[in-house]
C-alpha cells in the first residue's frame, strides 16, 4: 500500500509527537512515583521519630481563667458552709439529746 509523501511527512510527525507526550507522561508518572516514595518515607520518618501521643490542651481563654476562678470561689464558699452546716447538725442533735435526757430525768 502505498502513501502519498505529504500525508506521510504528517504521520511521521504526529507519530513524533504522540511519542514525545507518552515519554513526559512516563518521566511525569517517574517524577510522583518517587514524590509519593519520598513523601511516604518523610511520614514514616517523623511517626517512628514521635509516636502518637496525646494532643496537648488548648491554652484556656482569657474569660475562661475569670470563669474557673469564680468557679474555684463557688466551691470553696459550699465547702465553708457544708462545714457550718455539719457543725449546726451536730450542736442540734448535741441539744435534742440534752432535752431528751432533761425530760425523762423530771419525769422520773
Same mark, same amino acid.
Not at 80 to 105: I, K, P, V
Given at each position: ?33 518517587? &514524590?509519593? /516514595? ?5 511520614? &514514616?520518618?517523623?511517626?517512628?521519630? &514521635? ?12 474569660? !475562661? ?8 470561689? %463557688?466551691?470553696? %464558699?459550699?465547702?465553708?458552709? !457544708?462545714?457550718?452546716?455539719? /457543725? ?18 423530771? /419525769?422520773?
Amino acid at each position: 500500500m502505498f502513501v502519498a509523501r505529504p500525508r506521510s511527512a504528517a504521520l511521521r510527525a504526529r507519530y513524533q509527537e504522540v511519542v514525545e507526550e507518552r515519554d513526559e507522561a512516563v518521566k511525569l508518572a517517574a517524577e510522583r512515583l518517587s &514524590t509519593i /516514595t519520598r513523601q511516604a518515607v518523610e511520614i &514514616t520518618r517523623l511517626r517512628d521519630k &514521635t509516636p502518637d501521643s496525646p494532643l496537648p490542651q488548648p491554652r484556656p481563654v482569657q474569660g !475562661d481563667m475569670e470563669l474557673r476562678r469564680q468557679l474555684r470561689l %463557688a466551691r470553696q %464558699a459550699m465547702a465553708s458552709l !457544708d462545714q457550718q452546716c455539719r /457543725t449546726l447538725q451536730s450542736s442540734n442533735e448535741a441539744q435534742a439529746r440534752e432535752l431528751r435526757e432533761l425530760r425523762e430525768g423530771s /419525769t422520773s
